[in-house]
């Protein structure tokens, strides 16, 4: 049970180049999110996904894309990187029940440079 | 418009002693609050949360205080220790929706030394 896989863990990119980060969950979760983290922000919510088949906007989104591949995996694609996209990308997981939100469970996450 | 702060970016505290950690919210549609912690090159890890239904919740060395009318809530660790260093991160929820989405605070880097 590995929980919330990432990879990459580094990835250095010149201005311009385009990347996809991966995501995947064994926890049979419905909702997975993606973060980015960077000094003196907190975590900031990038994209999500309730379910598989949806995704919605976070605080974030500019200059991001998502696919929620199945429910297992949810990717994070910078078409075109900026500087400021350098930080680091975290993905989590949580199922939701009557009782409302449950926690969420954070990946290792991706140190990103954009050069 | 940061609607969790911590405003509190540091704080060192001697073992055995008690960490207070701090954590402010604006938006009043929040009722359902979390503590995260993280450890460098690590993802954050859940530690504690508490309903706005409740003022209080314990787990071990761990308590979360929620005072709905100033917004607040605060961590409390009794006694710290060294392996408790780490940033702390506070997060808020509106239940009832269908993504559980969440509003991180800034965090506090939290030292404990020996």
């Known amino acids: 049970n590995a929980g919330v896989t990432q990879t990459p863990k580094f990835q250095v990119l010149k201005t311009g180049q385009s990347m996809t980060l991966q995501c995947a969950q064994d926890?049979?979760?419905?909702?997975m999110y993606w973060y980015r983290q960077d000094p003196g922000m907190g975590l900031r919510l990038i994209y999500y996904s309730a379910s598989e088949g949806t995704t919605d906007k976070g605080e974030v989104p500019n200059g991001y894309n998502v696919s929620r591949l199945n429910k297992r995996e949810f990717s994070l694609r910078l078409e075109s990187a900026a500087p400021s996209q350098t930080s680091v990308y975290f993905c989590?997981?949580?199922?939701?029940?009557?009782?409302?939100?449950?926690?969420?469970?954070f990946g290792p996450g991706t140190r990103l440079t954009v050069t | 418009d940061q609607q969790v702060k911590q405003n509190s970016p540091s704080l060192s505290v001697q073992e055995g002693r008690i960490s207070i950690l701090n954590c402010d919210y604006t938006n009043s549609m929040f009722d359902y609050f979390l503590w995260y912690k993280k450890y460098p090159a690590e993802g954050p890890t859940f530690l504690i949360s508490?309903?706005?239904?409740?003022d209080k919740n314990e787990d071990g060395r761990f308590t979360v205080f929620l005072n709905k009318s100033a917004k607040h809530l605060s961590l409390h660790i009794v006694p710290s220790q060294p392996g408790d260093s780490a940033v702390y991160f506070c997060a808020a929820s509106v239940s009832g929706t269908s993504y559980g989405k969440l509003t991180f605070g800034q965090g506090t880097i939290l030292t404990v030394h020996p």
């Open positions: 926890m049979n979760h419905n909702s």
């Open positions: 989590a997981s949580s199922d939701l029940g009557l009782a409302g939100p449950y926690e969420q469970y």
């Open positions: 508490i309903s706005s239904i409740k």
